[in-house]
């Protein structure tokens, strides 16, 4: 008997080995929702109550698993509210798919009810992005938006008027999913050879790693440990190699340490592995270092900085071929190494004071402090943007064995909470804590119920500073007066309760610790820890041109704090000791 378009579409998600759809139904995508309806015993529909929260944790999926994240709405308003985690995955570079409805053929391009035209509203954020006109080819127009969103590592939109999912397609449908797969291009030998010469004829070299060596972290880390090399991570790749490992630098830029400000300014050879790090000014300054990069787009090569040696490929395979091309290893000289571990040493001592702030309300250095030093080897942090993010970057230390997702590129706010619902869903043994700003929270807090809704277990932190920390800096920095930053307070522990979870209050470091405490217990439901928080400046590892005259103007605490920070040697003096 054949089968309607809308049941061989769902076939194709499962023959991909898709496990959520994540959205909420009506009118325009209802008989897609009705064949998920049927095969429910073999793909979740996950409702969520804003279709915001669909796509970013269909976002966050696809940075957790490496796998092809699927989002549903209807068209017009629903389509809309979709469009902001759509563009999280395009610019963090992950496999979404977006299912959106449309009105029936009859009715289209008659300006109907709720009939936008998503086609064009979503060509910018798309790598694929088709109208579906007919039944027939449905499913195989699915098959290619699934691999095209996997090779471009991008969305995939379809837009299917209601009418046409529900018709019988002519003939039975064979999914792609069994034979798919991504290569990644071969380099020749005398490039990998030019390389080996980079790094052996450099004196100071660093390594700056991205998301594209995600899955490569023991190896890059193996590497850079034989090679007496440094790194340094950029925020999104943290804990990849693990924040541990004795020669991490910590992060690079305005959330970075000093200890990486520096050694980007001293290096030598700048080897960018997996990274498209979009700030220059916290990059060496051009012609004081050459520069080794590898990464599988080419147009990222030279993008940033400029490359002596580009390579595109895989980054196991050539560090491999690195290690075959040597039997010694390339760089033995160990003194770069050592000047910049003695600057981290210092750093961390400096570091270590605010970690133990005894304050009330609470130090935020202090309460992530608490959360780096209970939470389970196998966390999953899921981390909001806002002043969260500073303290994450600084005061969380990921291993290799946790997960950390943000939203990178896009910067929105509101995407822990989805982050930690997608986690929770993928990970289900797995601890997850997502920790958002009050004003963030604020942005998805509905979607708390969803969490309660599906029995997720996870702790979510809201730093309650009533006011909009991050942009309170932000404009201090750019030498304005603060406007508009403060925000209502509210009971969020008390919502918690009401929407059917645990809520607790935290305002001292011990009622922190002890909420904390409780909320790895508890099991079935999510638990919110109100954390009334100081509004600490998140503290510069370097503040650069522009911002430092901003804060001249302010004259702020920040200022104050920066200021400190030449009490920490130069790594230039430090240096003198190791040549
Ligand atoms: C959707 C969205 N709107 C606005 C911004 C700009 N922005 C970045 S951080 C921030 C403040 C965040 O406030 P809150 O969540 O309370 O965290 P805090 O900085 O106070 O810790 C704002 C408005 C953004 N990144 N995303
Ligand atoms: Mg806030």
Redesign the pocket.
């Known amino acids: 008997m054949a089968q309607k378009a809308s049941e061989q579409l769902v076939d194709v998600l499962i023959d991909w080995h898709i496990k959520h759809v994540y959205g909420l139904p009506g009118d325009s995508i209802d008989t897609t929702v009705d064949a998920l309806r049927k095969k429910q015993d073999q793909i979740d529909f996950v409702q969520v109550r804003h279709e915001e929260v669909a796509s970013l944790a269909a976002a966050a999926e696809a940075k957790l698993t490496g796998k092809l994240g699927v989002c549903l709405s209807i068209g017009g308003p629903g389509a809309i509210h979709m469009l ?1 985690g759509l563009y999280d995955a395009k610019m963090d570079h992950v496999p979404v798919l977006a299912l959106l409805g449309q009105v029936d053929t009859q009715f289209l391009n008659e300006a109907y009810f709720q009939e936008v035209n998503t086609p064009e509203l979503f060509s910018d954020v798309a790598v694929y992005n088709k109208l579906i006109t007919a039944s027939d080819n449905l499913a195989e127009i699915v098959d290619e938006a699934i691999r095209t969103a996997y090779e471009k590592h991008g969305v995939a939109v379809l837009t299917l008027p209601d009418n046409l999912p529900e018709q019988k397609a002519a003939s039975s449908y064979t999914s792609s999913a069994n034979t798919f797969q991504l290569t990644a291009p071969q380099v020749d030998d005398e490039r990998i050879k030019a390389a080996a010469k980079l790094i052996r004829e450099s004196k100071k070299p660093l390594a700056l790693v991205g998301l594209g060596a995600k899955n490569a972290g023991s190896q890059v880390g193996n590497f850079l440990k034989r090679n007496q090399i440094p790194f340094i991570s950029t925020l999104p790749a943290k804990g990849i190699i693990g924040d541990s490992h004795p020669n991490s630098l910590g992060n690079v830029g305005k959330l970075g340490t000093k200890p990486a400000y520096e050694a980007m300014q001293n290096t030598d050879l700048l080897i960018m592995l997996g990274t498209n790090y979009p700030y220059k000014a916290y990059l060496p300054k051009p012609g004081t270092a050459k520069s080794l990069q590898v990464n599988l787009d080419p147009a990222a090569i030279g993008k940033r900085y400029p490359a002596d040696v580009g390579l595109v490929a895989d980054i196991k395979d050539v560090l491999h071929r690195l290690d075959l091309a040597e039997t010694t290893v390339l760089h033995p000289d160990d003194s770069f190494l050592k000047a910049c571990q003695e600057n981290v040493a210092n750093w961390n001592r400096w570091m270590a004071g605010k970690r133990e702030l005894d304050t009330t309300p609470l130090a ?1 250095e202090a309460l992530f402090n608490e959360i780096n030093e209970t939470a389970p080897l196998n966390t999953i942090y899921s981390i ?6 500073s ?1 994450s970057a600084r005061f969380l230390n990921v291993s290799p064995s946790q997960k950390f997702i943000l ?1 990178a590129y ?5 995407c822990a909470l989805p982050g930690a619902i997608a986690a929770k869903l993928n990970y289900p043994d797995r601890p997850v804590i997502s920790v ?8 998805v807090m509905q979607d708390f119920i969803t969490a309660v809704k599906y029995k997720l277990p996870l702790i979510n932190i809201v ?12 404009q201090q920095a750019a030498g304005q007066l603060n406007y508009q ?1 403060d ?1 209502q307070d509210m009971d969020y522990a008390k919502f918690a309760d009401a929407a059917g979870g645990v809520g607790i209050t935290a305002k001292t470091p011990e009622e922190f610790n002890q909420a904390l405490n409780r909320a790895y217990r508890v099991q079935n439901m999510p638990v919110l820890i109100n954390a009334y ?1 100081r ?1 600490d400046a ?1 503290l510069p590892g370097k503040i650069v041109g522009e911002e430092a005259k901003g804060y001249m103007k302010f004259g702020s605490q920040y200022l104050k704090e920066e200021k400190k920070i030449p009490e920490l040697p130069p790594l230039k003096d430090i240096m003198r000791q190791f040549f």
């Open positions: 902001n935020p909001d943007v806002g002043t969260a993010t303290w939203s896009l910067g929105t706010m509101g958002n700003g009050d004003g963030a929270f604020a942005m730093l309650n500073n009533s006011k909009l920390a991050f942009i309170e800096y932000e930053i925000l928080v509004d998140p």
